[in-house]
């Protein structure tokens, strides 16, 4: 019997405590938040490391990368030079307290027309 609420104690916190936790890692995002933009490349500017973009709901936003950014169409990495205007991206970005949005991921939807 002891083993039965030992085992049942041992399962219902572990079940609490993965329903209390939305992603695995150390503190998953609520030190800070994610979020997703999508729009068309107007300029990838090298000297400045940063990217602009036309959003879909009509804003103009611009973005930083680092090395640490991955670009991603098809399923393979890029350099970020092959980012071109008129590129259609979704941009998954933290909420940093400081400056512009830097890019974790940069995934290239649509390659613009040349």
């Known amino acids: 019997m002891k083993i039965t609420i030992r085992s049942f104690g041992l399962l219902s916190?572990?079940?609490f405590g993965l329903m209390g936790?939305?992603?695995f890692g150390p503190l998953g995002d609520y030190v800070t938040s994610r979020y997703t933009l999508r729009g068309t490349v107007q300029r990838n500017d090298p000297r400045y490391s940063s990217i602009l973009i036309d959003t879909d709901d009509h804003r103009?936003?611009?973005?930083?990368?680092n090395d640490k950014t991955r670009i991603r169409y098809r399923d393979r990495d890029y350099p970020v030079q092959s980012i071109q205007p008129g590129?259609?991206?979704?941009?998954w970005t933290?909420?940093?307290?400081?400056?512009?949005?830097?890019a974790d991921v940069v995934v290239v939807v649509r390659k613009g027309q040349n």
Do not use: K
């Open 13 to 15: 916190l572990l079940l």
């Open 21 to 23: 936790c939305h992603d």
């Open 60 to 65: 103009q936003v611009a973005f930083y990368h």
């Open 87 to 91: 590129d259609v991206v979704e941009v």
């Open 94 to 102: 933290r909420d940093r307290e400081q400056g512009s949005p830097t």
